[in-house]
């Protein structure tokens, strides 16, 4: 069992009977959402998922998991994702992806929500290794760049393709901006108080728990 496998066993063990448990994505949420599927099966466990991305959903639905609309719940018990970067207080970065709408919507909205990575995605502060993604209203994204190139460097997300810009599941653009502040609390807040961004990839505040993986050893961080 790789790093990115034995984390998303070990979630398995926050899961039980007639849960709704959200689901990630990501390759670290690729595991969990076979693992969580196989344990569903063999131990009859009426789990029912919601999904972030359609990629999961679709996902979810080959692996023979029951999948609800987000519009069907209000909350959820259990929610597992990935993450780019993990601090140590647990705000973590998320949005290499194109579904943050979704992924901060179910982090919020369940009772427990543990992070699953290996190690390489700890970092000291938010941004050491990636761009802070913003997911802007495609109309808005000029205005946007234009408030944040005041507060760091960054430019709109171009598409694997490399012949257009890159398009969220929510149908929005993508900004990728590095900031000289490190402090999440005020990045955070900069993000979500800037008009025309409908979500950013810094998740405050949400995550409960961290199961973290290295060399087939996993350690637990908890919110205190
Ligand atoms: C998607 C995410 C992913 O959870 C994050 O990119 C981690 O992915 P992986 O497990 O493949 O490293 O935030 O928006």
Redesign the pocket.
Known sequence: MND?ELVAHQALQYVSENMIVGL??????NCFIDALAKRNKEEKLNIKVVS??VVSMIQAKETGLQVLAMEQIKEIDLYV????EITSDLTLL???????VR?KLLARAAKKFIV??DES?IVKNIGDNFPIPSEVHPFAWELVKNILMKKGTGDIRINAGKDGYAITSCGNFVLDFNFPEKNTEKLNTLLSITPGIVEH?IFYNLAHGALVSQNGRVREIWRS
């Open positions: 990115k990630c994505t990501g390759s670290t949420a972030s991305s994702d990935g993450a780019d998320k949005g290499r992806g194109y579904d943050l992924e699953i990575a995605k990839g």
